[in-house]
């Protein structure tokens, strides 16, 4: 059974241009998918867990650098929602490991396609999402 994964990321990511978000669409199809926010800190809990429910098996946000977010504090904020929708997820018994954030270092020059493609690597070794599944199963 094929993966969905989602990858929200953050606009001012470097290397988030559109010709490389379209190269990965490309590459994996209807395995991924890809929503650009204008600031990390502006994803909420419940997109990903809503995300989990609706349509993917994980869920990722790619932040810019730290230290370099344009509103000051957004990918700090992110990183404590994400904890906290892993809260979530583990509370109903699901692997934390569905969402995840990805926080480069000021020194590290990662591309976004880069990210995605290790990302994937990660989520695709997770079992099928029983509740995506039976979600679907339902509709």
């Known amino acids: 059974m094929e ?11 470097p290397s988030s241009t559109e010709t490389d978000r379209q190269m990965l669409e490309k590459k994996y199809g209807k395995n991924i998918r890809l929503f650009p926010i204008p600031c990390s800190g502006r994803l909420e809990p419940v997109h ?11 869920a ?3 932040t810019c650098p730290e230290g370099t977010c344009r509103y000051f504090e957004g990918n700090l904020r992110a990183r404590k929602r994400v904890i906290r929708a892993q809260q979530f997820i583990t509370a109903i018994g699901l692997e934390k490991e569905r969402a995840g954030i990805y926080m480069r270092s000021a020194g590290n020059t990662k591309k976004l396609s880069e990210i995605v493609e ?4 990660i989520a695709s070794k997770l079992p099928p999402s029983p ?6 199963r339902e509709v």
């Open 3 to 13: 993966r969905v994964i989602a990858f929200f990321y953050c606009q001012n990511t």
């Open 48 to 58: 990903i867990l809503r995300a989990l429910e609706s349509f993917t098996d994980a």
């Open 131 to 136: 509740v995506f599944r039976y979600s679907e």
């Open 118 to 121: 290790e990302l994937f690597e």
């Open 60 to 62: 990722y946000l790619i």
